[in-house]
């Protein structure tokens, strides 16, 4: 039996003995959880090397088969002018009537506040002019699901700004008058040494992992996994799109699935990950790797499947059946045996 370690204030797990199964683990959870392309910065959340990895991707699999709440950080736009900026800061302070925190942790509000903002920005480093061709500032949104308390995912915003923002001016404004909690940031593009903020899908996978690094943090059962990983393949709208459709102008319906060949070639990968994974487990001496790959098994039959030409139903229930009639080690040999033979999709 493996000895129980301690993961956050709600969940502990228990490490296997075999140190060949955290070897798979971390090679096919490392593959499901951190892209090769993911960019890390100080006090974000990585691996290390060792029984460390191997405890990171166990607590990954775990929150993500029990389908822990899903942390939202999303780049809602950005203004391409003062005019721009001054119009959304006054939008999500509700014209000055909302706290407003800037990046020294000065907390104030009113219109007044809202014009020194607005000075020191169009003034402060490189000039700002009214009207723009180029985003000067990001709106950023950081959001939570309905019963997280709100002052947590305040603070979890500001310590998620010190490190992603770290060399700009940002200021944040908690709404939490509506079902989710959320936070809007609004970054000035340009940094104090002269660098601009453009933010790519690896920085957005960054922002995810870190703002619920900062959550779990204070006790707040929070994942940042990717959609592909959880087997959840809705294409989000542009902002361009968003906007379009609320003023009658977009004359295509967007598809609701992403279904290009990079994306599928990720699902078939999520999924052989998944599946090796969960065979690991499932051999292992410890019921409580066998109880988990039992829980894969579940998820991964839930997991929405558009077409059959994109990833068969048939091939899910199939190896999910298979984990969970394997309770005894030569059975799981067996069935890994014939993985190796030929694919089931060909049977």
């Given at each position: 039996m493996g000895q129980a370690i301690y993961l956050h204030p709600h969940q502990e797990f228990?490490?296997?003995?075999?140190?060949?199964?955290?070897?798979?683990?971390?090679?096919?959870?490392?593959r499901l959880f951190y892209p090769g392309n993911r960019i890390v910065k100080a006090h974000t959340p990585r691996l290390r090397s060792g029984?460390?990895?191997?405890?990171a991707i166990r607590s990954r699999i775990e929150a993500t088969v029990r389908r822990a709440p899903q942390v939202m950080v999303k780049v809602t736009g950005g203004g391409?002018?003062?005019?721009?900026?001054?119009?959304?800061?006054?939008y999500i302070t509700r014209n000055g009537r909302l706290e407003i925190e800037d990046d020294r942790g000065v907390v104030e509000r009113g219109k007044s506040t809202l014009?020194?903002?607005?000075?020191?920005?169009?003034?402060?480093?490189a000039h700002i002019d009214d009207v723009g061709h180029r985003r000067e500032a990001f709106n950023v949104m950081l959001s939570m699901p309905q019963g997280t308390d709100p002052q947590t995912v305040l603070f979890a915003a500001r310590e998620f700004a010190k490190i992603e923002f770290a060399d700009h001016r940002y200021v944040m404004v908690l709404h939490d008058d509506q079902a989710h909690p959320h936070v809007h940031l609004a970054v000035k593009a340009e940094s104090r040494h002269g660098q601009r903020l453009n933010p790519r899908k690896a920085d957005l996978y960054r922002w995810r992992e870190t703002f619920a690094e900062r959550l779990r943090e204070r006790g707040i059962d929070a994942e940042a996994t990717r959609q592909v990983t959880r087997g959840r393949y809705r294409k989000r709208d542009n902002l361009w799109q968003v906007k379009a459709r609320?003023?009658?102008?977009?004359?295509?319906?967007?598809?609701?699935?992403?279904?290009?060949?990079?994306t599928q070639l990720g699902r078939e990968a999520a999924l052989d990950a998944w599946k090796k994974i969960a065979l690991a487990l499932a051999n292992s001496a410890s019921r409580e790797d066998q109880d988990l790959a039992t829980e894969i098994a579940e998820f991964v039959k839930d997991m929405p499947v558009r077409r059959r030409s994109e990833m068969p139903q048939r091939?899910?229930?199939?190896?999910?059946?298979?984990?969970?009639?394997?309770?005894?080690?030569?059975?799981?040999?067996?069935?890994?045996?014939?993985?190796?033979?030929g694919p089931e999709i060909a049977r």
């Open positions: 228990a490490v296997s003995a075999d140190p060949s199964i955290d070897a798979i683990l971390v090679q096919w959870g490392d029984t460390s990895r191997a405890k391409r002018g003062m005019k721009a900026i001054a119009a959304h800061l006054r014009l020194d903002i607005e000075r020191q920005w169009q003034f402060g480093g609320e003023e009658g102008r977009l004359r295509r319906g967007m598809q609701s699935a992403a279904t290009n060949a990079p091939k899910l229930e199939r190896w999910a059946w298979t984990l969970e009639s394997a309770r005894t080690p030569q059975r799981v040999q067996s069935i890994a045996e014939r993985d190796r033979k």
